[in-house]
């Protein structure tokens, strides 16, 4: 039992900081693959709720401050411009991490409430399905390992 709520933990904790580790783990783990996908989601809103309270402090502690005018930051405001918190959230699971998307949501003023609501429904969707993937394609690798056409 201690064994697998560490394997439980680890799924939830990987997925805080790159969302697809939690259902590679889960799928390495051979966790049931709904378990997987809502550890992931959680994981994923873990560092929502983190970086949205404390975000501004630990920027502020940990990270040195770095050019403002980069490739990479202008594509978030390219971003931001055009789909606003709702594309931050679709596209932070795949594209930007947890803990980036929620930066770039809380950087340009959105309100805590629809960052965790745009947040939550996208970690959900995209644990769902992320972790359908996984599952489905390990078990189409492990098929063609084991039974080889010759």
């Keep these: 039992m201690s064994e697998n709520i560490v394997e439980y933990i680890s799924v939830f904790l990987s997925s805080s900081?790159?969302?697809v580790f939690g259902p590679l783990?889960?799928?390495a783990y051979g966790?049931?693959?709904?378990?997987?996908a809502g550890l992931t989601a959680a994981g994923m809103?873990?560092?929502v709720v983190l970086f949205t309270y404390f975000g501004q402090y630990l920027k502020q502690r940990f990270f040195?401050?770095?050019k403002i005018f980069t490739p990479a930051n202008r594509r978030k405001v390219?971003?931001?411009?055009r789909y606003g918190i709702i594309g931050v959230a679709l596209f932070t699971p795949l594209l930007l991490t947890p803990i980036g998307g929620t930066l770039v949501?809380?950087?340009f003023g959105e309100k805590k409430e629809k960052i965790f609501f745009w947040m939550s429904i996208f970690a959900t969707i995209w644990g769902i399905l992320v972790t359908l993937m996984v599952y489905e394609a390990g078990d189409l690798l492990q098929?063609?390992?084991h039974n080889p056409k010759p």
């Design 17 to 19: 900081f790159k969302f």
């Design 25 to 27: 783990q889960g799928k």
């Design 31 to 36: 966790l049931p693959w709904l378990l997987t």
């Design 45 to 47: 809103m873990l560092s």
């Design 64 to 66: 040195k401050t770095k």
């Design 78 to 81: 390219t971003l931001w411009r």
């Design 105 to 107: 949501a809380n950087a």
């Design 143 to 145: 098929g063609l390992l």
